[in-house]
């Protein structure tokens, strides 16, 4: 599966509804990574490569969305997106982790093993 461009309505649809909930409550099933990128930004287009290969290498344990900052302004307001790329990291357990900058290859496989496979999501 290759990478998901996502827009703000998907991402109140199957990440997080910021306008109806007041805690973060991951809605997605699988552990996920969000590319806040913009079209114009070199590093940006360093790692999108990367996050292609990587989407194909955890398919169907991961998924990787990406968020264009020019097209969906709002989310990228909620988050406070000052530098991109940043990445919005949610493991298995839910919990959200936000990284700016553009990741090698090498740490990103060690964040998606250690960090997103690692912690079982827990029924309530």
């Given at each position: 599966?290759a990478?998901?461009q996502?827009?703000?309505q998907?991402?109140?649809?199957?990440?997080?509804?910021?306008?109806?909930?007041?805690?973060?409550?991951?809605?997605?099933?699988?552990?996920a990574?969000?590319d806040?990128y913009?079209?114009?930004?070199?590093?940006c287009?360093?790692v999108?490569?990367?996050?292609e290969?990587?989407?194909?290498?955890?398919?169907?344990?991961?998924?990787?969305?990406?968020?264009?900052?020019?097209?969906?302004?709002?989310?990228?307001?909620?988050?406070?997106?000052?530098?991109?790329?940043?990445?919005?990291?949610?493991?298995?357990?839910?919990?959200?982790?936000?990284?700016?900058g553009a990741?090698?290859?090498?740490?990103?496989?060690?964040?998606?093993?250690e960090?997103?496979?690692?912690a079982?999501?827990?029924e309530?």
């Amino acid at each position: 599966m290759a990478t998901v461009q996502m827009t703000t309505q998907d991402f109140k649809d199957k990440v997080f509804n910021y306008e109806t909930e007041q805690d973060w409550k991951y809605l997605g099933q699988l552990p996920a990574i969000i590319d806040f990128y913009a079209d114009w930004c070199g590093p940006c287009k360093m790692v999108a490569p990367i996050l292609e290969e990587l989407s194909k290498e955890y398919d169907g344990r991961i998924v990787i969305y990406k968020v264009n900052t020019d097209v969906e302004q709002e989310l990228s307001s909620v988050f406070g997106i000052q530098s991109i790329p940043t990445m919005l990291f949610i493991g298995a357990d839910g919990e959200p982790m936000m990284q700016p900058g553009a990741l090698p290859k090498h740490v990103l496989k060690k964040v998606i093993e250690e960090k997103l496979l690692t912690a079982v999501k827990t029924e309530e």
